[in-house]
């Protein structure tokens, strides 16, 4: 039999400590990280698609291993229409979801376009908190990070007619669902082409002009067939970091507490980035030969008031329980 020689105590409890450290080293070395699947709705290399990169980056530097946001695509991989039920139904864990694609699921998330408010702002007034509560109670998600941006730097509208302050009686103006309502208000006729469509429309005067975000002009070309930027952006971008619910209540909690500290910081990055992007974006555009309308102060009050009061109205209408606090909220 064998026998533990007692007076050497020492070399045999290094042993057995060196025997433990070697089995927990390879069991931790054996550890995958927890693995969440994204989609965007649109390319990397669009600019409202960063903050999910960033976020990614983020969630490497800040948990070290031991979660890794896996960024499957975008629109190739899952239609931007189908990718919220795809996030619901557990298809993917996290999406960078933009409202507009997911109204019949969660129709109040429309509210932020219309924000006045920093994202910061939004979280200290509970604006945020209704986001977080209507997003779980009606579509099985957790909203983690609004990632839209400077407040009412979302769009803005590009003309090939002359103007005359900001009435746009007698323009056919291409729209997206989002300010068609504000084109009627201002005189003007909505007209829907999808984007790939836009270039011809305007170069054959289909179309007298567009609505659209600050990048992309030129990824479409239609700054060949583009005169004129009128200078006053609105509204507020409409996209959100969202989790699926179940995938986050079987998180750590340390690890929900981290993503929440994320989700909160991502908000001011996502504000910097966008506006520097905005700002190069439009020396871009000038040094392509596009004029830049500025307001006089009357009709950019007019325009802003009008904006607006037209998507309150409309949000406001559709939803009269939650919609006058969203509303208070976001001024």
Same mark, same amino acid.
Do not use: C
């Given at each position: 039999?064998?026998?533990? $020689?007692?007076?050497?105590?020492?070399?045999?409890?290094?042993?057995? @400590?060196?025997?433990?450290?070697?089995?927990?080293?390879?069991?931790?070395?054996?550890?995958?990280? &927890?693995?969440?699947?994204?989609?965007?709705?649109?390319?990397?290399?669009?600019?409202?698609?960063?903050?999910?990169? &960033?976020?990614?980056?983020?969630?490497?530097? /800040?948990?070290?291993?031991?979660?890794?946001?896996?960024?499957?695509?975008?629109?190739?991989?899952?239609?931007?229409?189908?990718?919220?039920?795809?996030? =619901?139904?557990?298809?993917?864990?996290?999406?960078?979801?933009?409202?507009?694609?997911?109204?019949?699921?969660?129709?109040?998330?429309? @509210?932020?376009?219309?924000?006045?408010?920093?994202?910061?702002?939004? /979280?200290?007034?509970?604006?945020?908190?209704?986001?977080?509560?209507?997003?779980?109670?009606?579509?099985?998600?957790?909203?983690?990070?609004?990632?839209?941006?400077?407040?009412?730097?979302?769009? =803005?509208?590009?003309?090939?007619?002359?103007?005359?302050?900001?009435?746009?009686?007698?323009? =056919?103006?291409?729209?997206?669902?989002? +300010?068609?309502?504000?084109?009627?208000?201002?005189?003007?006729?909505?007209?829907?082409?999808?984007?790939?469509?836009?270039?011809?429309?305007?170069?054959?005067?289909?179309?007298?002009?567009?609505?659209?975000?600050?990048?992309?002009?030129? $990824?479409?070309?239609?700054?060949?067939?583009?005169?004129?930027?009128?200078?006053?952006?609105?509204?507020?971008?409409?996209? @959100?970091?969202?989790?699926?619910?179940?995938?986050?209540?079987?998180?750590?909690? $340390?690890?929900?507490?981290?993503?929440?500290?994320?989700?909160?910081?991502?908000?001011?990055?996502?504000?910097?980035?966008?506006? /520097? +992007?905005?700002?190069?974006? $439009?020396?871009?555009?000038?040094?392509?030969?596009?004029?830049?309308?500025?307001?006089?102060?009357?009709?950019?009050?007019?325009?802003?008031?009008?904006?607006?009061?037209?998507?309150?109205?409309?949000?406001?209408?559709?939803?009269?329980?939650?919609?006058? /606090?969203?509303?208070?909220?976001?001024?």
């Amino acid at each position: 039999m064998y026998k533990i $020689d007692l007076k050497k105590p020492l070399s045999f409890i290094a042993l057995i @400590a060196a025997f433990v450290f070697t089995v927990n080293l390879t069991r931790a070395e054996a550890e995958e990280p &927890i693995v969440l699947k994204a989609l965007t709705p649109w390319p990397m290399t669009y600019y409202w698609s960063e903050p999910m990169a &960033i976020f990614e980056r983020m969630v490497a530097e /800040r948990l070290d291993g031991k979660v890794e946001v896996r960024y499957i695509g975008a629109g190739e991989v899952t239609p931007p229409f189908e990718q919220f039920e795809a996030l =619901r139904n557990g298809v993917v864990d996290v999406i960078l979801g933009a409202s507009s694609y997911y109204t019949g699921q969660v129709p109040e998330a429309s @509210a932020v376009l219309y924000t006045k408010l920093s994202a910061s702002q939004l /979280r200290e007034n509970g604006f945020y908190d209704l986001m977080r509560k209507v997003h779980r109670d009606k579509g099985g998600v957790v909203y983690l990070s609004n990632s839209g941006g400077a407040p009412g730097t979302a769009f =803005r509208f590009f003309v090939n007619e002359e103007l005359e302050g900001m009435d746009f009686s007698g323009l =056919r103006i291409r729209v997206t669902p989002v +300010y068609a309502d504000l084109v009627k208000a201002l005189g003007g006729t909505p007209i829907t082409t999808k984007p790939s469509e836009l270039y011809t429309a305007l170069d054959r005067g289909i179309v007298d002009g567009y609505g659209w975000s600050y990048g992309g002009i030129t $990824d479409f070309a239609w700054q060949e067939v583009t005169k004129s930027v009128i200078n006053q952006p609105f509204y507020t971008a409409n996209t @959100a970091i969202l989790l699926n619910a179940q995938v986050w209540d079987s998180l750590p909690e $340390d690890i929900r507490i981290e993503l929440e500290a994320i989700g909160a910081e991502l908000e001011g990055i996502a504000e910097e980035k966008m506006s /520097r +992007y905005n700002a190069t974006e $439009d020396e871009n555009l000038k040094e392509l030969g596009l004029t830049f309308i500025d307001l006089s102060p009357e009709d950019a009050e007019y325009f802003t008031q009008t904006a607006y009061k037209t998507g309150w109205d409309q949000f406001i209408a559709a939803h009269p329980n939650i919609g006058p /606090r969203l509303r208070e909220l976001s001024e």
